[in-house]
């Protein structure tokens, strides 16, 4: 019988032609139609990219990532915060009313004691 073994290329020979190959491909893409390939590619990409930016832009400009009415409820928050606010400036002017009807009764009532440690 006749021995049918496949024969395979030494190691060396199998990388040097692979090295070939690649060397081959290297000197073949530098070449006028990859250059203007490319240049077209990265003018889509820059077109792509700043029309995306200014869509975003727009977005937040126009408001429109935002609920239909939020700013009827960013004007109600404002009007609460504003009449929380006048309530406490209320209680503070009445307090510091009290406060001071407290300090003429005593002013009066130390006034009334000296003149009596007086008589």
Partial sequence: MASTAVETPAPEVAWKATETSSDAQAEEAPGLPRKVFRFFGNVGHRIVDNMSFVGEVLVEFLEL?????????????????????????????????????????EEAQSVDAAETDIR
């Fill in 65 to 105: 990532d935002k609920h239909p009415y939020h700013r009827e409820m960013e004007d109600l928050r404002k009007a609460q915060r504003k009449k929380q606010k006048t309530l406490q400036q209320q209680e503070e002017q009445k307090q510091a009313r009290e406060a001071a009807e407290i300090a003429s009764l």
